[in-house]
């Protein structure tokens, strides 16, 4: 158990529609990054927050939003979703910055456009 | 600049045999070059790590060689255990004091271990 929670762990939604995805980071940890995972893309980087600030932004489409709020936690939220928005959904969260600091990955959000 | 290409796609080795992945890097920013392990259904995990200033790292059956001039670096896991079929990422970044380690993934390699 790394020690970050993302909820829900599956979605299956339709086109068109919205969903947000919900990320507890690691106790004490003040990054969180969220990724895509998909057969044809692999580990994609998203988004990065560092303590409730945006500091960096991967391929991150601009239907897609995100943020992080006072207590740490992060929602990453998806909108007109496409079939091809299927994906996993991984929430990482590490100490601070530095060479060296470990990110933490959490298990995941399964997300299924139909 | 940002890629890191990783091969092979997959690996199939025998319990106690010898398994090595290879990645290589284009970005020179780079100074932090972690492989991450990924059971199915699980998120990826910290398996080994090393900097550029050194050549090898090693923990336990795994070992990191890494080729600065090159730009390469490589994951060896000496006798192989059916418990380490998974899927293995190198990953590299450039950390910032004030922000994180933002990683590029490689493709991931398919490891199965035979008993």
């Known amino acids: 158990d790394s020690g970050v929670t993302q909820t829900p762990k599956h979605l299956i939604t339709a086109t068109g529609q919205r969903v947000t995805l919900r990320c507890s980071p690691r106790?004490?940890?003040?990054?969180v990054y969220w990724y895509q995972q998909s057969l044809d893309q692999g580990l994609q980087f998203l988004i990065q927050y560092y303590n409730g600030e945006e500091r960096a932004k991967g391929n991150i489409l601009e239907r897609f939003s995100a943020q992080q709020f006072p207590d740490l936690h992060s929602e990453l939220n998806l909108s007109s979703l496409e079939l091809g928005d299927s994906a996993l959904y991984f929430c990482?969260?590490?100490?601070?910055?530095?060479?060296?600091?470990?990110?933490?990955f959490g298990e995941g959000s399964w997300l299924t456009v139909v | 600049q940002q890629q890191v290409k990783q091969s092979p796609q997959s690996l199939i080795v025998q319990k106690g045999g010898i398994s090595i992945i290879n990645c290589a890097y284009e970005n020179t920013a780079f100074d932090y070059f972690p492989w991450y392990q990924q059971f199915p259904g699980k998120g990826p995990a910290l398996l080994i790590a090393?900097?550029?200033?050194?050549s090898e790292k090693k923990e336990g059956r795994f070992t990191i060689s890494f080729n600065k001039s090159a730009k390469q670096f490589s994951l060896h896991i000496m006798d192989s255990q059916p418990g380490d079929s998974a899927t293995y990422f190198c990953?590299?970044?450039?950390?910032?004091?004030?922000?994180?380690?933002?990683?590029?993934f490689g493709e991931g390699t398919q490891l199965t271990v035979n008993p």
């Open positions: 106790s004490g940890d003040l990054s």
């Open positions: 090393i900097r550029p200033d050194v």
């Open positions: 990953a590299a970044t450039r950390a910032r004091e004030t922000s994180g380690s933002r990683l590029t």
């Open positions: 990482a969260s590490s100490v601070r910055g530095g060479s060296g600091n470990t990110i933490y």
